[in-house]
């Protein structure tokens, strides 16, 4: 079996609260081999939001905080300064980043603070029962959108990887997606590099990683890889934005 | 000691100076008159101590930022003024079901909404009822005296760290604003506290993994979680309660805290010398508010006079410390403005007068 597949020793044994299908699980593992590539777990605070993967702290093995809904880069930012030798992380969901955290997230990239984000974008408020999210495509149906998003009404889709490109502090950005193995790949290597940037103190990095919800989606798994392909990639495009090198 | 010799400062500085000496190495702020004296004096005195001042975006990110700091283990404070202070109440209620040290000051303003920046004391409820949601407590201290604010606000790390539990100071723009001589504790060496088992630093060679954390999914164990808290309580009101009783001999006392409780002994002094039987009775700590100082004084006092900035919130505790049949009057003003001496000295003398003493 390929490495991808096996458990890292930076996660917990034992089977996780995700639906089946759900990526939050696989980016959990993509985390987890960095960690452990890197040696980070026994110096690593992880930040788990509000959303499904406010459970992250029974997954990772190592020292967490759970934050308040969308507060988890201020939080992050509390810890890096009290601990600078530690390496800190979040994660957190498209609700809680992009729309009830906008402040946080980008004030956090602007000052540069030495924090990884892990943002999974899935489209959708996951845990709530499937509401509309600021990065809900056009005409996504959702409990809050049932006929559809309405851009006239509700604004287009966020896209927060550029919007935080503009920002000097923001030191490696990048966009990943786990609708295939190809991609699941580069976006490990984008984690990689992401925790690096930390490591190295030049500053703030995050990855998005594009995600599926097959259960608010009301897909099956396969069914939402498909649909991440054609719909979810072309709008959020792929690959790096900002690298340390880029800046040089 | 050149250290403890009396200075004069202003009281914004005056609380900053202290937490520094009590070892407070991290300040996340967000500007707001009239405290700004405060995160303006840290932006200086943090980097000549090694510590950490941090400008927030937000009072939300600040008070979050406090949650990942204390979390991590170190001591830390935040300051604001009312609306700031109620910005930070979802914060404050996580930082008590995490059960996270820290110290808040608030130098309360006039409101509600944007209100005035002038001294009040309406924010009384917020921080004594819980501002903020859930079940919670936080000890409450409301210093009269710049020195008092000092010896408190040095005290308030280790009530905090004791409890596992945020401290508020609640000052108000007076005195905030003013300046006494104050005499500073020696400046505590943070190395020197005791280590936090508990705290989120990294695993290092530790055993257990550490966890930060208010939530508790399963109605059973948010229960038990809110006993241990209730638990918690019950011991900062048996060990925390803080008063001053001026006069316990008297038959009237005035009750007052913070900046009213000068203006309250002025007229308390008046009263006296015009024949009065008057006392004080002035709450340190206000949650856990004082009852037992009015137990004490139950077989005596005929009658009470709470006076405050607001249009009457501790007063509703003073009337659950005493006996129905004794009389508690309220004067108050709010929205910024303060009490005249000579107006207590006059609502005192309708009460005594209201009571029978024909004098
Ligand atoms: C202050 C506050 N507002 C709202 C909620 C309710 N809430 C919980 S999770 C969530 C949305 C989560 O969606 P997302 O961040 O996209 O994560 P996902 O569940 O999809 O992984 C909301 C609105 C809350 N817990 N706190
Ligand atoms: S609700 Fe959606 S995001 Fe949440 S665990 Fe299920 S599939 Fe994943």
């Known amino acids: 079996m ?3 597949f096996t458990r890292p020793r930076s996660l917990t044994d034992g089977a996780t609260h995700y ?7 696989v980016a959990h593992r993509m985390v987890a081999q960095i960690l452990d590539e890197m040696d980070l777990a026994d110096r690593t605070i992880g930040v788990s939001p509000v959303g499904c993967a406010v459970f992250a702290y029974d997954y990772f093995q190592c020292d967490f905080q759970q934050a308040a809904h969308g507060r988890a880069p201020a939080v992050a930012t509390g810890i890096k300064r009290a601990v600078p030798d530690s390496f800190v992380f979040t994660y957190q969901g498209d609700g809680d980043l992009a729309s009830i955290g906008t402040a946080e997230i980008v004030h956090a990239a602007s000052r540069g603070e030495k924090i990884s984000v892990v943002f999974i974008n899935n489209a959708i408020y996951g845990m709530t029962g499937g509401q509309m999210a600021p990065t809900t495509l056009e005409g996504q149906k959702t409990t809050t959108s049932p006929a559809g998003r309405d851009l006239a009404d509700t604004g287009n889709p966020i896209r927060m990887t550029e919007m935080l490109a503009t920002l000097p502090g923001a030191a490696y950005l990048a966009r990943g ?3 295939d193995i190809k991609h699941l790949r580069a976006t490990q290597k984008y984690l990689k590099r992401a925790f690096e940037v930390q490591e190295r103190g030049e500053g703030f990095s995050m990855v998005e990683i594009l995600a599926n919800c097959p259960t608010n989606w009301g897909m099956s798994p396969v069914e939402s890889l498909q649909w991440m392909e054609e719909n979810l990639v072309p709008y959020y495009p792929l690959g790096e ?3 340390p090198e880029e800046v040089e | 000691m050149s250290e403890r010799q009396l200075q004069m400062v202003k009281g914004n500085e005056a609380v900053a100076e202290a937490a520094v000496r009590a070892g407070c190495r991290h300040f996340f702020g967000y500007p707001i008159t009239p405290q700004n004296e405060l995160p303006e004096y840290m932006s200086g005195r943090m980097p000549e101590v090694g510590g950490t001042f941090l400008q927030a975006e937000s009072e939300v990110a600040a008070i979050n930022m406090v949650y990942g700091a204390a979390g991590a283990g170190v001591r830390v404070m935040t300051s604001s003024s009312s609306p700031g202070i109620s910005l930070k109440q979802e914060g404050i209620s996580y930082i008590a079901g995490a059960e996270l040290p820290c110290v808040i000051v608030n130098m309360v303003r ?7 920046i002038q001294p009040a004391q309406s924010d009384y409820f917020q921080s004594t009822k819980g501002g903020g949601h859930g079940d919670y407590r936080m000890v409450v201290l409301g210093p009269a005296t710049l020195q008092e604010m000092v010896d408190l606000t040095y005290e308030a790390f280790d009530i905090a760290d004791r409890y596992r539990n945020p401290v508020m100071i609640l000052g108000d723009g007076v005195i905030g604003q003013m300046m006494e001589p104050v005499r500073f504790p020696d400046l505590m060496d943070p190395d020197t506290l005791p280590t936090k088992e508990w705290a989120t630093k990294g695993r290092r060679d530790r055993e257990e993994l550490n966890l930060i954390n208010s939530l508790y999914l399963d109605p059973d164990a948010c229960w038990a979680h809110n006993q241990h808290l209730a638990r918690k309580y019950a011991e900062m009101q048996e060990n925390e309660v803080r008063y001053e009783v001026v006069h316990g001999d008297a038959e009237y006392f005035l009750v007052a805290y913070g900046t009213t409780a000068r203006i309250a002994r002025r007229s308390m002094t008046d009263l006296r010398e015009r024949g009065y039987d008057v006392g004080l009775v002035r709450p340190i700590s206000l949650w856990p ?6 137990r004490d004084l139950a077989d005596r006092a005929r009658g009470y006079l709470a006076v405050e900035m607001s249009l009457g919130q501790m007063v509703e505790d003073v009337r659950l410390s005493v006996d129905s049949s004794v009389p508690v009057a309220f004067y108050g003003t709010a929205g910024g403005v303060m009490p005249h001496h000579a107006d207590i000295t006059q609502q005192m003398e309708d009460l005594i007068r209201g009571t029978g003493d024909d004098r």
């Open chain 2, 110 to 116: 006039g409101g509600p909404g944007l209100g005035s």
């Open chain 1, 19 to 25: 639906c089946p299908g759900c990526i939050h699980g």
């Open chain 1, 241 to 243: 934005f900002r690298s």
């Open chain 1, 177 to 179: 997606s786990c609708h």
């Open chain 2, 289 to 294: 508010f004082p009852e037992k100082a009015f």
């Open chain 1, 2 to 4: 390929k490495a991808v």
